[in-house]
């Protein structure tokens, strides 16, 4: 089975522009492709890591990537998907989360002479003259078919600033300038973002007569159509001190069943046949599935013996054997307590599991937390400096475990 044909079968295609070209394409090995990862945090997370997959996969097949890291587009911020515009971010926040992907991204892509190359529109896209821009590539666009776009319509209603309507413009004239100077003749990325690729095809074929392709991958979402990669405390990163190894071993663990087998298929490299003899395991034998897939993952992620860890530390706390030593762990220090002591509510909030005292008092009162495998139903219960010496376990409803100690 040839590459593309394998993105089919796993699910990953979404749309094409020309499905015959991009077959010949990237089969033969003909693509110079580029993925777009715009800086907006200083970590990965695991939609980036569902791009970088599909990136891996066609090197290995004989494809040359360019990733671009969005140093210039992170000025104005993406607005596909949104309903509200994005926070602003400064140049040193930009620059800094830059950095922080470009050494995260150096783990799954091999880089070098002949392989694949990284770029920085910020090379170019800041250096740009506001009035030669209009009249080199403004003349380019129809405004009617620009708002017609899926990427403005949510944005439309509660009001699209001039700052992001010229988003658009900025991703196609990327794929311009890497075709021009790079040999780029591809494009991939969400399929959220397919209005944005399809106007950096055509403002190559009106600039230059060249065709350039464009694929969009299938976006990353749940059984009931959410997003996944997304937890009551924020996204699942792939920095391990952003979201613990331990952490994203247990979402992964946790996922729907029928979730399961269409995470093996757009995010692990385990060969289809394999995937299929998965698939065909009895009910019973979910949770096996679920181990299976969530070690895979971090094995990738974090290396085996991250991997181990995890999993021997999930399957002892599930067996009841309580083994803390590679739970996610906050360490308090004497700011916070009071009077040399700690309430639930505020240990709670500590932790992560919750936001408020409110919201820490509705997981109580709902029976939903226990300290050392005992439920807590006291409100204003307080724990000294002592009792975390060798720590508590914290577990809220049946999947969440968290330790906290004192080491003053």
């Given at each position: 089975m040839k590459i593309f044909e394998e993105l089919q079968a796993r699910g990953l295609i979404a749309q094409v522009t020309d499905n015959d070209e991009i077959r010949e394409l990237i089969n033969n090995g003909g693509a110079k492709f580029y993925i777009g990862f715009d800086p907006t945090a200083d970590s990965l997370h695991v939609g980036h890591f569902m791009a970088l997959c599909l990136m891996k996969r066609l090197q290995m097949a004989g494809n040359k990537p360019i990733v671009l890291i969005g140093g210039g587009t992170g000025h104005v911020g993406d607005p596909s998907g949104r309903t509200d515009m994005r926070s602003m971010?400064?140049?040193e926040t930009i620059q800094r989360n830059c950095e922080c992907f470009k050494k995260q991204m150096e783990k799954f892509i091999e880089f070098g002479e002949d392989k694949a190359i990284m770029v920085n529109n910020a090379d170019w896209l800041l250096k740009l003259n506001y009035v030669e821009l209009l009249r080199e590539v403004g003349a380019c666009f129809s405004v009617n078919n620009m708002l017609r776009a899926e990427c403005y319509k949510q944005r439309m209603e509660k009001g699209l600033s001039f700052l992001e309507f010229n988003y658009m413009i900025m991703q196609a004239y990327d794929f311009y300038y890497l075709h021009n100077n790079y040999g780029c003749n591809m494009q991939f990325g969400g399929d959220d973002q397919w209005s944005n690729m399809l106007a950096g095809t055509e403002l190559i074929r009106k600039k230059t007569g060249d065709n350039a392709f464009a694929m969009t991958i299938t976006l990353l979402l749940n059984s009931e159509g959410k997003k996944m990669g997304k937890t009551a405390n924020g996204a699942v990163w792939l920095d391990p001190h952003k979201t613990s190894p331990f952490e994203f071993y247990q979402y992964w663990r946790n996922i729907d069943d029928a979730d399961v087998i269409k995470c093996f298929k757009l995010l692990t490299f385990i060969p289809l046949e394999k995937i299929e003899e998965?698939?065909?395991?009895?009910?019973?034998?979910?949770?096996?599935?679920k181990e299976l897939l969530a070690y895979e993952l971090t094995r990738m992620i974090h290396g085996k013996e991250e991997a181990d860890k995890a999993q021997d530390a999930a399957r002892a706390l599930f067996c009841g054997g309580g083994d803390c030593e590679n739970m996610p762990t906050t360490v308090l220090t004497e700011e916070d307590f009071e009077n040399g002591k700690i309430d639930i509510l505020n240990l709670l909030i500590k932790c992560g599991f919750a936001q408020s005292r409110g919201e820490a008092k509705r997981l109580i009162q709902q029976g939903g937390v226990s300290i050392n495998d005992e439920i807590i139903s006291v409100l204003d219960k307080k724990y000294e400096?002592?009792?975390?010496?060798?720590?508590?376990?914290?577990?809220k409803g049946k999947k969440h475990f968290h330790k906290a100690v004192y080491e003053g």
């Open positions: 971010m400064t140049s998965i698939s065909h395991w009895e009910d019973s034998r979910i949770n096996e599935k400096q002592n009792d975390l010496k060798n720590s508590l376990k914290i577990r």
